[in-house]
C-alpha cells in the first residue's frame, strides 16, 4: 500500500521501490481497499530487498517490526524512517473487521507518504 501512495501522490517526483525482508504475495483485501481509494496495486509484486536497492535509495521506510529490526546496515546518505504501523493481514475477527483494520492501515500509510512527500518538499525549496 505504501508504494501505490508514493506513486500516486508523489507522481513524477519520486521513484519508487518497494521490497521486503521476505517475499509474500500481494494481499487481495490490500489490493481492494486500495482501489477503494482509486490506487490501483494489483500489478504489484512482492520482492526482496538486495544490497543494490539500498545503495541506490535516498530513503529506506520500513512499516512493521520484523523490518525495522532486520534492515541492512545502510550506507552513508540513506535516510530511514520506521512507521510502526499493526499489519492488518494479521487482523483477526470476520471480515467487516478484517477490512475495517485494512482500511485503517491504508489511511495510516497515505498519512505517512503525504507527509514525508510534503517534508521533501520543503527540502527542496
Same mark, same amino acid.
Given at each position: 500500500?505504501?508504494e501505490?501512495w508514493?506513486?500516486?501522490?508523489?507522481?513524477?517526483?519520486?521513484?519508487?521501490a518497494?521490497?521486503?525482508?521476505?517475499? =509474500?504475495?500481494?494481499?487481495?483485501?490490500a489490493?481492494?481497499?486500495?482501489?477503494e481509494? *482509486?490506487?490501483?496495486? *494489483?500489478?504489484?509484486?512482492? /520482492?526482496?530487498v /538486495?544490497?543494490?536497492?539500498?545503495a541506490?535509495?535516498?530513503?529506506?521506510?520500513?512499516?512493521c517490526?520484523?523490518?525495522h529490526? =532486520?534492515?541492512?546496515?545502510?550506507?552513508? *546518505?540513506?535516510?530511514?524512517? =520506521?512507521?510502526?504501523l499493526?499489519?492488518?493481514?494479521?487482523? /483477526?475477527?470476520?471480515?467487516t473487521?478484517?477490512?475495517?483494520?485494512?482500511?485503517?492501515?491504508?489511511?495510516?500509510i497515505?498519512?505517512r507518504?503525504?507527509?514525508?512527500?510534503?517534508?521533501?518538499?520543503?527540502?527542496d525549496?
Amino acid at each position: 500500500m505504501a508504494e501505490g501512495w508514493a506513486r500516486a501522490l508523489g507522481g513524477e517526483l519520486v521513484v519508487v521501490a518497494s521490497a521486503g525482508i521476505e517475499a =509474500h504475495g500481494l494481499n487481495p483485501r490490500a489490493v481492494a481497499v486500495m482501489a477503494e481509494a *482509486g490506487v490501483d496495486i *494489483g500489478d504489484h509484486r512482492s /520482492t526482496l530487498v /538486495t544490497p543494490a536497492m539500498v545503495a541506490a535509495a535516498d530513503w529506506v521506510i520500513t512499516l512493521c517490526g520484523d523490518a525495522h529490526d =532486520h534492515c541492512p546496515v545502510l550506507p552513508p *546518505g540513506v535516510e530511514k524512517r =520506521h512507521w510502526p504501523l499493526a499489519d492488518p493481514a494479521r487482523a /483477526t475477527g470476520d471480515e467487516t473487521a478484517v477490512m475495517a483494520s485494512f482500511r485503517a492501515s491504508r489511511d495510516a500509510i497515505r498519512a505517512r507518504v503525504a507527509a514525508l512527500l510534503a517534508e521533501l518538499n520543503q527540502r527542496d525549496e
